[in-house]
């Protein structure tokens, strides 16, 4: 009798233990090990303090967030960008929130696709600091078009950008590392990195490749132990890099970023980050729900999580088509709310002019693309007022979407 009164206790309490852990993982924003390392592991306070970080990709966003955390470490600071405006606006709000002095934080513009000036900005800050203790490569830019649209450019761009820009700055501030025998080399990658994304495959192929080079060199450098290779892959995060990702064509800007607040904090994504490089951590997962669970599917369900990609895969093309931001909504039928002046996306121009050349009912039209029956009349009563037929004969899909560029009424 006692046997089963002790078997009930434990296994009431592996129960327990259980539901304690799922309800810890339905409210987790990054994988577990780095939870831990936050809840127990080391403080990146203490651990970063008074190091030399050079960052990429400093002026904005996860980069820029990420100096003024590291200066109230009270690190010492290479920030770099292209915009030196932008770098000078960032240093001085770092002095501000820190006890830091001027000479403690260098503004060294940089450009990533420049890959021979970066021999000469890496001797520049070993010069200035005398060492470099991390380096954060973070400076990339992201993508939003569909690929049966998108010019083999903005393919090369992304791959010349986010993959051979960051290997290249590696490449410069590794053997130094090497020298010295220590150093964090930590790079920005994203959840895309491995997980395929839609409307995203340009960016994703450039995030597995960066995957892919720092995996491996990760296990080249195993007669090193004190360089840490860290891969950062973070899910969807609030920043500027919507507003600034390439489209079908290079040059040509997003019609809309969307709503963002949905997203992790920019706060929250990089004090987890910092902890991660504080504790050493190789890979860190760092997204809310349900990005974070598909992260684990990949890893240890990966038949379920091709299913499950395809199906919210599916709602990120809708959402996109409907002019919805790409990353949300994904359980909710897309509408579209278009106000006086409201970029039409160039997907829905593209469908409602040929739909309209088709002789397609408005009625079926606003059906189709999940708009309004007066919002497509308003928009074809502009059209004709605009643009006449003429104009298409013989004009190849670039002019057709150039000449319907309209917005709504």
Excluded at 36 to 52: C, M
Excluded at 91 to 113: G, Y
Excluded at 144 to 155: H, N, P, Q, T
Aim: contains cysteine; proline residues 3%.
């Amino acid at each position: 009798m006692a046997d089963i009164c002790w078997l009930c206790v434990l296994l009431a309490g592996i129960a327990v233990y259980l539901l304690t852990q799922f309800i810890r993982f339905v409210f987790a924003d990054a994988d577990l090990t780095l939870l831990w390392a936050a809840r127990f592991g080391n403080k990146p306070e203490s651990k970063l303090k008074g190091k030399v970080v050079w960052i990429t990709g400093a002026s904005s966003g996860i980069g820029e967030e990420m100096s003024y955390q590291l200066a109230a470490f009270g690190a010492r600071l290479v920030l770099s960008a292209r915009r030196e405006n932008e770098l000078e606006r960032v240093k001085h709000t770092c002095l501000e929130r820190s006890s830091l002095k001027a000479e403690d934080i260098l503004v060294l513009p940089l450009d990533l696709l420049d890959r021979a000036s970066h021999q000469e900005k890496t001797a520049t800050a070993l010069k200035h600091f005398g060492d470099i203790d991390v380096l954060i490569n973070n400076g990339g830019r992201t993508q939003r078009s569909l690929c049966i649209e998108a010019d083999v450019d903005v393919y090369q761009a992304l791959m010349e950008l986010n993959y051979l820009g960051t290997i290249s700055v590696t490449k410069q501030v590794l053997p130094h590392m090497i020298r010295r025998g220590s150093g964090i080399i930590a790079t920005v990658s994203s959840v895309a990195g491995f997980v395929g994304a839609p409307l995203a495959t340009g960016y994703a192929a450039s995030k597995h490749a960066v995957q892919g080079f720092f995996n491996s060199l990760r296990t080249e450098l195993t007669d090193y132990p004190n360089i840490t290779i860290s891969t950062i892959c973070p899910g969807p995060v609030i920043s500027s890099i919507v507003q600034s990702a390439f489209t079908e064509e290079l040059g040509k800007p997003v019609d809309t970023a969307g709503d963002q607040t949905h997203k992790m904090s920019t706060e929250r994504c990089v004090h987890l980050t910092l902890v991660g490089l504080a504790n050493h951590v190789k890979e860190m997962w760092i997204a809310e729900q349900p990005f974070l669970l598909f992260c684990y599917l990949w890893q240890y369900t990966p038949t379920l999580a091709w299913y499950l990609t395809n199906v919210l895969g599916k709602k990120r093309v809708q959402n996109f088509k409907a002019g919805l931001d790409a990353d949300s909504a994904y359980f909710s039928k897309p509408k579209v709310k278009m106000g006086r002046g409201s970029p039409i996306p160039p997907i829905l121009r593209r469908k409602m002019v040929e739909q309209y050349q088709k002789g397609v009912s408005q009625r079926k039209t606003a059906k189709s693309l999940k708009l309004s029956s007066s919002t497509v009349h308003n928009i074809i009563q502009r059209f004709r007022e605009s643009v006449t037929i003429s104009v298409f004969k013989g004009q190849g899909r670039k002019t057709i979407l150039d000449a319907c560029d309209l917005r709504a009424l």
